[in-house]
T-cell receptor
Framework: AQSVTQPDIHITVSEGASLELRCNYSYGATPYLFWYVQSPGQGLQLLLK??????LVQGIKGFEAEFKRSQSSFNLRKPSVHWSDAAEYFCAVGLRSSASKIIFGSGTRLSIRP | GAVVSQHPSRVICKSGTSVKIECRSLDFQATTMFWYRQFPKQSLMLMAT?????????EQGVEKDKFLINHASLTLSTLTVTSAHPEDSSFYIC?????????????FGSGTRLTVV
């Protein structure tokens, strides 16, 4: 069955430190890959996406993610976090078809230590 | 571009009444929209896929008679929670799929907080 796994439920990092949020997927083929961020009580904002091509994807707010086919992973990174990055982060995947829908991982809550 | 407007952002209703939530694509046509439900501190669970001009496709375990979806135009999908009960209280989010070249992108509404009392 298709699945998305975010193994870290909650991560706390110090402001200015680097960040890596993990995402692994199980699909029959390379899917579309997304990272979204959600602030409390808000909708979702797209940080970045991977469709094809360069496996290192740059997104908004200084985030990047790397698609590693051999590991079925799409980890999100940021070299230096800011207090405003505290939020819930969701990895999502979708099939490459006209009938595609996307499913979400369980999310990782990011807290920032002053 | 590619903005999805969801309304209302918050609604409180009495048990047994129905509530309608609207999802509009403001600057593009969305033949396909999705409805998700999110419980506190949990992920988004896909409820149904809404296709313009046809019946919605519901995920397993979602009661189609309770969660009525209508997608009568290319810019509007509605979710009606019928005979609402306190256990229907949740955060509901819609999403629209749009074509981006040979690929697809997904943009989300800001969500609706439903409280049934």
């Amino acid at each position: 069955a298709q699945s998305v796994t975010q193994p870290d439920i909650h991560i706390t990092v110090s402001e200015g430190a680097s960040l890596e949020l993990r995402c692994n997927y199980s699909y029959g083929a390379t899917p579309y890959l997304f990272w979204y961020v959600q602030s409390p009580g808000q909708g979702l904002q797209l940080l970045l996406k991977y469709f094809s091509g360069d496996t290192l994807v740059q997104g908004i707010k200084g985030f990047e993610a790397e698609f590693k086919r051999s590991q079925s992973s799409f980890n999100l990174r940021k070299p230096s976090v800011h207090w405003s990055d505290a939020a819930e982060y969701f990895c999502a995947v979708g099939l490459r078809s006209s009938a595609s829908k996307i499913i979400f991982g369980s999310g990782t809550r990011l807290s920032i230590r002053p | 571009g590619a903005v999805v407007s969801q309304h209302p952002s918050r609604v409180i209703c009495k048990s047994g009444t129905s509530v309608k939530i609207e999802c509009r694509s403001l600057d593009f046509q969305a033949t396909t929209m999705f409805w998700y439900r999110q419980f506190p501190k949990q992920s988004l669970m896909l409820m149904a896929t809404s296709n313009e001009g046809s019946k919605a496709t519901y995920e397993q375990g979602v009661e189609k008679d309770k969660f009525l979806i209508n997608h009568a135009s290319l810019t509007l999908s509605t979710l009606t929670v019928t005979s609402a009960h306190p256990e229907d209280s949740s955060f509901y989010i819609c999403s629209a799929r749009l074509r981006q070249g040979d690929n697809y992108g997904y943009t989300f509404g800001s969500g609706t907080r439903l409280t049934v009392v």
